[in-house]
């Protein structure tokens, strides 16, 4: 049974850090592209962060890039995302997938989310 399982989240003001993490179970971890992307409530889900199997490659949106980081350590089967200088828009439920390609990023499977709430 494939379990992808998120971490990490709470509250914290804008300007500050948090790091998520998700720790995967019944996969091999390091055959997936791992995800992570967020809900906004009354909004669509939104990419924020991949990374490829071994973490040679990775891709963000412009409203997050310089500010968030993805890794991943697959010997621990837990990838990882590193948010600094959050902000308020930042505020959303956070989720981790894991696809079989870059090509299928958003299929796959999900975790239940973590929330992060930035306050201003």
């Known amino acids: 049974q494939v379990q992808l399982v998120e971490s990490g989240g709470g509250l914290v003001q804008a300007g500050g850090s948090l790091r998520l993490s998700c720790a995967a179970s019944g996969l091999a971890i390091s055959t997936y592209t791992m995800a992570w992307f967020r809900q906004a409530p009354g909004k669509e889900r939104e990419f924020v962060a991949a990374?490829?199997?071994?973490?040679?490659?990775?891709n963000y949106p412009n409203s997050v890039k310089g500010r968030f980081t993805i890794s991943r350590d697959n010997a621990r089967k837990t990838v990882y995302l590193q948010m600094n200088t959050l902000k308020p828009e930042d505020t959303a439920v956070y989720y981790c997938n894991a696809a079989m390609s870059v090509q299928t990023i958003g299929n796959g499977y999900w975790g239940r989310g973590t929330q992060v709430t930035v306050s201003s």
């Open positions: 990374i490829t199997n071994y973490g040679s490659t990775t």
